[in-house]
């Protein structure tokens, strides 16, 4: 399994941009589908972006699309999420995490490993 290690979160205004990196360790990156997912405090995990294993494919929340942008860098075993026109419920700490198949939607328990998490926090 890989090593994920996310950074980019922070406060921000609404109406603002973020983005999210999440670094993965190891030589079969690109074997690996990626997902971004978010906890905000009393919620359950929710899913946010998708992303194939060449990133050809990418699948979106119904809350975040055409606000959010989930690409990768095979080259740098990286996975980025972009966030534009940020509101205040985008506020959680986002999750990166790795999956062995490629589905639309990622099921949390299919996840290989986790990252730590990056608190992403919107001010209205």
């Known amino acids: 399994q890989v090593q994920l290690v996310e950074s980019g979160g922070g406060l921000v205004q609404a109406g603002g941009s973020l983005r999210l990196s999440c670094a993965a360790s190891?030589?079969?990156?690109?074997?690996?589908?990626m997902g971004w997912f978010r906890q905000a405090p009393g919620k359950e995990r929710e899913f946010v972006a998708s992303?194939?294993?060449?990133?050809?494919?990418?699948y979106y929340g119904d809350s975040v699309k055409g606000r959010f942008t989930i690409s990768r860098d095979n080259a740098k075993n990286s996975v980025y999420l972009q966030m534009n026109s940020l509101k205040p419920e985008d506020t959680a700490v986002y999750y990166c995490?790795?999956?062995?198949?490629?589905?639309?939607?990622?099921?949390?328990?299919?996840?290989?490993?986790w990252g730590q998490g990056t608190q992403v926090t919107v001010s209205s």
């Open positions: 995490g790795s999956f062995k198949f490629f589905r639309a939607t990622q099921n949390i328990a299919d996840a290989g490993s």
């Open positions: 992303i194939s294993y060449s990133g050809a494919s990418t």
């Open positions: 190891g030589r079969t990156f690109s074997s690996y589908a």
